[in-house]
């Protein structure tokens, strides 16, 4: 199974969800993110999902799930780098994945998650 | 169409007579294109048909007039693309009628069996006739594509800020192509606010309405921010006697408006120099 | 025609990857491509969650008028839906159940069949066309 690893830079960490991910994988980073958040106290979590083709109802539950997850530490999730194709299908599909924020790329992200406090 | 087995005789006699009538409805054909198609191109497609006629006619090859329709429904797009009418081309397969009624005026014994040949290249004809008819179909079809695409276009009003002058209805194909350029707009621009501006889109109703948000929703999973303006006083009433909410998603009545909003919301401001 | 086993997460995974190479084959757009791709997705999920797992069938299919496209039915043999019309309900939430798989996969695709048997299992037929 492969694992998502997780980057710490200042008060952010950073996920790059690369290709196809397993289930397993995903709840793994649900796991890790709580234990990283817990042990560093980071303020913002940035999800980049610019290599990822496709998110069903699954992926779009477990990204609320993260951003639910983050709250309860305090800390704000950004997802970024969602791909034209799968913004269309996400609308088409009807998920609005509630609870977390979207930019365009990581920067904006953290621009984002700078301008909160 | 059935080809009854009477037609043999015929199909024995024009294939003794195949160069004397292929060459005479081969020159029937190009006097037709007026050196449109080379006379040696015209050639070619005669002698393929005509043994595909042939072969139909004698009934002992079943696919044969299967093949033979294939084949002139191909000619007669290519034709069609070349943009030859489908009269001009219809002639040219009526041409052969003439051709073998030149080889048999004499032969009484094949006249039964001329009334059969003749139906079926009415048949042919007519054939050459509805492919066309499709094929002009599928062109205008494309340019329809053309036209909505060319009527979808995506500005950059300001650094950071896009707008999307909508004009004419906004049914689902429609909107699949304006998320696509919009989305594909804020990718390439990294804009962070979206204006959609409805002045041109003669009715909103629940649909158009639905349309609109689904288009918000996949621009803001981009992170854009969107302002819906250009909303007339007698839209304005249809909106809200309809029920339609637009939510968080801002409003203005103006392209002016909305750019004032946007400019706001990214923390610059307009004034005298 | 491509028959894949769905028994677990990975063979979701290889369904998708399947339907994704037939569905660029077929000539269709990336947006068009991603939909049918994410509807096979939510649909094989469903036969593996909901059906006790299946199968998947997968073939590049042409219309009457020259068109190409992907065709992808779905079978388990699990305990079916009882309430056809209630799982085909739109719902704009992040719910959990058959409700957004279903409906949701219904609006990404143009063809969709949906047969199925309270104890007798569920089948699912999608097509999706090139433009």
Known sequence: MERVPIV?????????????????????????????????????????????????????????MIGSISRLFDAETVIVGMRPAVAITLTELGLSLRGVRTALNADKGLEMLNGRT | MDVDSTQGRMAAYMRDHQEKVVGRWSELVAAGVRGRISAVEVRREIEDLYSLVIRSMSGADEQAYGELRAALAELSRSRARNGFSPTETALGVFALKDVVYELV??????????????????????H???????????????????????????????????AVPLVGTLDSAR??????????????TGADHAVLDITGVPTVDTE???????????????????????????????????????????TKATLA????????????????? | MDELPIQSGDDVVRVRQRVRVLAAESGLSLVDQTK?????????????????????????????????????GFSDEGPGIPDLDLALTDGWTTGDGMGLGLSGARRL??????????????????????R
């Open chain 1, 8 to 64: 710490k830079i200042g008060q952010t960490l950073f996920v790059s969800i690369q290709i196809d991910l397993q289930d397993e994988s995903v709840l793994r980073l649900q796991e890790d993110l709580a234990d990283e958040l817990s042990k560093t106290g980071a303020h913002g979590v940035i999800i980049d999902i610019t290599a990822v083709e496709i998110v069903d109802s699954f992926i779009g539950r477990m990204l609320t």
């Open chain 2, 105 to 126: 005026a004499d032969a009484d014994d094949l006249v039964p069996e001329f009334l059969g040949f003749s139906r079926m290249i009415d048949d042919l004809g007519l």
């Open chain 2, 128 to 162: 050459t006739f509805e492919t066309y008819a499709a094929a002009r179909e599928e062109i205008i079809a494309g340019q329809a594509m053309t036209m909505m695409e060319l009527s979808t276009p995506v500005v950059r009003l300001w650094e950071g800020i896009i």
């Open chain 2, 175 to 188: 909107t699949q192509l304006v998320m696509e350029k919009l989305l594909d707009t804020l990718v390439a």
């Open chain 2, 208 to 250: 158009v309405a639905q349309h609109l948000l689904k288009t918000v929703n996949a621009a803001r999973l981009l992170g854009a921010d969107c302002t819906i303006c250009g909303i007339r006083p007698q839209v304005a009433h249809t909106i809200v006697s309809l029920g339609i909410e637009f939510g968080d998603i801002a």
């Open chain 2, 257 to 273: 408006d909305a750019l004032a909003h946007a400019l706001k919301r990214a923390g610059l401001k307009v004034g005298p120099a």
């Open chain 3, 36 to 72: 049918v791709v994410t509807a096979a997705s939510e649909l094989a999920r469903n036969a593996l969650v909901h059906g006790g797992g299946g199968l998947a069938r997968v073939e590049v299919v042409r219309s009457g008028n020259g068109k190409s496209g992907v065709k992808i």
């Open chain 3, 109 to 130: 695709v143009d063809e969709f069949e949906l047969t199925s048997k309270v104890g007798g299992g569920t089948s699912v037929v999608v097509v999706k066309w090139s």
